[in-house]
């Protein structure tokens, strides 16, 4: 598995956001995935991981899938569906993959699921692949 690309100071995947999850995405050829733990600081209720940073997540992996295959992409639209919720100390799975595109505009499904499979959340996006200026930013940011 190859790690995907990233921006350092990235609130999701940046290893230099000392705010930031520092989550690590990996493509495997077909999918991209990552792994993280739930934590106590990112409760939106006592317990519960907040449903924002689980969405965040969502929205990450999905992109980084286009990513991976060195297309450069911002988010047009996602939609997520809560299937239960996240503990707090729950090691979550998200995956994210490209089912199709047409053009400039690629569609994505992405999953939270918990390490034997059950799931939390799904998701679809609907990413714009970045041109002109915004595409040279986004690229010249990555490392």
């Keep these: 598995m190859k790690e995907v690309v990233k921006y350092a100071n990235c609130f999701v995947c940046g290893d230099k956001n000392d705010h930031g999850l520092k989550a690590r995405f990996f493509f495997d050829g077909g999918e991209v995935s990552c792994e993280i733990t739930a934590t106590e600081d990112k409760e939106g209720y ?16 999905m992109i980084k899938a286009i990513l991976a295959a060195d297309i450069y992409a911002v988010t047009a ?12 100390g729950d090691k979550v799975r998200f995956t994210g993959r490209v089912v199709r595109n047409k053009g400039r505009v690629y569609f994505t499904e992405g999953e939270a699921a918990d390490l034997t499979g059950d799931l939390y959340a799904t998701a679809t996006g609907k990413y714009i692949e970045a041109g002109g200026d915004l595409k040279d930013t986004i690229r010249d940011s990555t490392s």
């Design 46 to 61: 006592q317990g519960i991981f907040h449903g924002g940073i689980t969405s965040t997540l969502l929205d990450e992996v």
């Design 77 to 88: 639209e996602i939609n997520i569906r809560f299937l239960k919720p996240v503990m707090v």
